[in-house]
């Protein structure tokens, strides 16, 4: 299935499961979908050495609420889930996801001014390190 495809299926999911809290979500589903877009790669071909661009580069939000970190992150699991439905295997984002949850909601929700304390190549050179180019 091609990305443009995908992305439409899992916004229209989005919307029926989410009602009128979708469209904030979505906004960032745009976001997380400009990844795949920008750089090129098919939803299929996402692997563990994209993780550290995605959250570098796409997904390096500050500031945000505690409501909009549980949305995206909500909205990375679901896709993560409607992915394995499709048979595109996820299960590795989705075991990483839960494991730095706690990591993702500080990260995203520390104010631009705190950023000198927060390396995100520590946060991320474990398991998946920054513009790593093997998988």
Not at 5 to 25: C, N, P, Q, S, V
Not at 59 to 77: G, T
Not at 98 to 121: M, N, R, T
């Amino acid at each position: 299935m091609n990305n443009k495809k995908l992305f439409e299926e899992f916004e229209k999911t989005i919307e029926d499961r989410y009602g009128h809290m979708a469209e904030e979500i979505i906004d960032f589903f745009y976001e997380f979908t400009d990844f795949f877009n920008y750089e090129k790669i098919g939803v299929d071909g996402f692997n563990a050495k994209h993780i550290g661009p995605l959250f570098e580069d796409y997904l390096d939000y500050d500031c945000l609420s505690d409501s909009e970190c549980s949305m995206l992150f909500q909205m990375l699991v679901d896709f993560c889930d409607f992915c394995q439905s499709k048979k595109i295997d996820y299960g590795f984002f989705k075991k990483y996801l839960e494991k730095e949850k706690d990591e993702l909601y500080d990260l995203w929700s520390v104010y631009e001014d705190d950023w000198d304390d927060v390396d995100l190549e520590d946060f991320l050179a474990d398991e998946y390190p920054l513009n790593s180019t093997t998988a």
